[in-house]
């Protein structure tokens, strides 16, 4: 009988490019394979398809090098809104990854590539299936100027 060691999945990664609407209890995302430019373009038209009719969205980022791209294409509903260097504690966003690693992505083994990308599409959906949750955890009070 041959038993088939699982393969190590430490070396492979997976990128959930999200963005909440705190407002709406709102979010939209794509998991992607790689972090680059490329990658960044395709995660604006999905939050653009996902804007409202008449309505503009303002993308809260830190100044990472796919974000600030002269490569990117913005789509006209959306502004980008660069944070200060070393702020992460400004951006909604980044409670919205801690809260998901701690409730869905941290503390597993993954059989596979594809279980990944599962895991990550999962966590992303039942996020998503909890507009007070995104509500909660997204909002800052300077933000409502906005």
């Known amino acids: 009988m041959f038993v088939a060691a699982q ?3 430490r070396t492979r990664s997976a990128y959930i490019f999200g963005a ?3 407002s709406q209890g709102k979010a939209a995302a794509l998991v992607m394979p790689w972090c680059d430019t490329h990658a960044m373009n395709q995660h604006l038209i999905e939050i653009s398809r996902n804007v409202a009719d008449g309505a503009h969205a303002i993308l809260i980022m830190d100044q990472a090098g796919w974000h600030m791209s002269n490569n990117l ?3 006209e509903n959306i502004t980008i809104l660069p944070l200060p260097p070393k702020s992460p504690e400004l951006n ?3 409670n919205i990854w801690q809260f998901m690693r701690e409730n869905w992505l941290s503390n597993r083994v993954f059989k596979s590539y594809e279980d990944i990308v599962d895991h990550c599409c999962h966590a992303w959906r039942t996020l ?4 007070w949750k995104i509500m909660s955890i997204g909002r800052r009070q300077w933000a409502h100027g906005f």
Do not use: K, L, T
């Not at 998503?128 to 507009?131: L, T």
């Open 7 to 9: 393969h190590d999945q």
């Open 128 to 131: 998503q299936d909890r507009p």
């Open 92 to 94: 909604p966003v980044e």
């Open 73 to 75: 294409m913005v789509p």
């Open 20 to 22: 909440i609407c705190p």
